[in-house]
């Protein structure tokens, strides 16, 4: 791995340790748009193995946070089940990183399409809405698993004051997914645009142009007009062999020729 990787790695961990030490609740549960956001931020910029490594790490931090920062919430015990807290934050980067991939074939197939385009404001649109996408589609398997999970092990069971049923649905579909769901929407592409530049790294095979720069073609190069040297030679051998004013016979020298003889 290189220093430029692990540079990358360790901020994205920064991200997702942010997530264990500072917890954000809204009702009974806690925003994890940040960890949710490193974990976007790897599928998209560094490829899915980054994407697998940060959404491992994000699901063991979220079931550590669970017996340490994170236990005096009522619904903690829920996410001790590696189930509930470790394998949906495994599986959101597969998702995000095969819809920002799909959505960059989508538009490399609409764009070669076109035969007048201007390239790097193509290649910006292209990752910008790539990258919304992907973020959107990481944010929803997220909500959809741990809440899926959430339901499957603990319908109707109470933790504290808060009983897993309808009421806990409505409350996070109303609150904790549309501000994941805005932030990493709004974030996710001008972040991805900053790294892009920062790193240099716009040949990756995730970053790389889907369309360039039209060259200009060699038929289209004005040419000047020369003259061959071959013919200039030529030219001047044949006025070589043309008789000179000083060796031309005029007829009055031939007439006085005549008349002395």
Avoid: W
């Amino acid at each position: 791995m290189k220093i430029r990787d692990l540079a990358v790695a360790g901020v994205l961990l920064a991200l997702i340790l942010v997530f264990l030490l500072v917890p954000v609740y809204i009702g009974p549960l806690s925003l994890a748009v940040v960890a949710i956001l490193a974990v976007i931020v790897a599928c998209e910029f560094e490829g899915l193995k980054m994407g697998l490594f940060t959404g491992l790490a994000f699901g063991v931090t979220s079931l550590i946070a669970s017996f340490t920062t994170g236990a005096g919430s009522p619904t903690s015990p829920i996410f001790h089940n590696p189930l509930v807290s470790v394998l949906p934050r495994v599986i959101v980067p597969i998702t995000c990183y095969f819809a920002y991939r799909g959505m960059r074939k989508a538009f490399k197939i609409a764009y070669s399409k076109k035969v007048a385009f201007n390239a790097k404001a193509a290649n910006r649109l292209s990752l910008s809405v790539s990258a919304v996408v992907g973020a959107i589609v990481g944010v929803v398997t997220n909500t959809t698993l741990v809440m899926g999970m959430m339901f499957a092990f603990n319908a109707g069971k109470t933790f504290g004051n808060t009983t897993i049923g309808t009421g806990l649905l409505v409350l996070t579909l109303s609150t904790n997914f549309p501000l994941e769901l805005g932030v990493c929407a709004a974030v996710a592409a001008p972040l991805l645009l900053a790294l892009a530049a920062t790193f240099k790294t716009g040949n990756r095979d995730g970053l790389a142009p889907i369309l360039k720069p039209v060259e200009t073609l060699e038929s289209d190069i004005p040419v000047e007009e020369t003259v061959d040297n071959d013919i200039l030679t030529q030219t001047a051998d044949d006025e070589s062999d043309l008789p000179t004013p000083s060796s031309v016979t005029t007829v009055e020298e031939v007439q006085r020729e005549i008349d002395e003889e």
